[in-house]
């Protein structure tokens, strides 16, 4: 099992970056792919950004394509959403999740695909 805290939300003006970071308890970190979506008042739970237990495979939402980065640290048990670029209408609430991986060059892109979530942080864009 693994514990999953975000941090990094806050408020930026648009254009504006931010990084966002989840860490992870647990010895096995690595084991794990991680994911990150987002959820707008009145919006269902949307992806943005999934990567591998290796770190090797990456993907992201069309919407986020070019502006947002994710990557992990499997040492610091930590994954990483770098926003750059940020928009208006990337407000919401950010999650990270996690899900064991048997093959470690598997990503989930399905929220249904993770077994654990964190509690959340907010990203508001200010236009």
């Known amino acids: 099992q693994v514990q999953l805290v975000e941090s990094g939300g806050g408020l930026v003006q648009a254009g504006g970056s931010l990084r966002l970071s989840c860490a992870a308890s647990?010895?096995?970190?690595?084991?794990?792919?991680m994911g990150w979506f987002r959820q707008a008042p009145g919006k269902e739970r949307e992806f943005v950004g999934a990567?591998?237990?290796?770190?090797?495979?990456?993907s992201s939402a069309n919407s986020v394509k070019g502006r947002f980065t994710i990557s992990r640290d499997n040492a610091a048990n930590t994954v990483y959403l770098q926003m750059n670029t940020l928009k208006p209408e990337d407000t919401a609430a950010y999650y990270c999740?996690?899900?064991?991986?048997?093959?470690?060059?598997?990503?989930?892109?399905?929220?249904?695909?993770?077994?654990?979530w964190g509690q959340g942080t907010q990203v508001t864009v200010s236009s």
């Open positions: 990567i591998s237990a290796s770190g090797r495979t990456t």
């Open positions: 647990g010895r096995t970190f690595s084991s794990y792919a």
């Open positions: 999740a996690a899900q064991v991986s048997g093959w470690r060059g598997t990503i989930y892109l399905k929220s249904n695909e993770y077994s654990y």
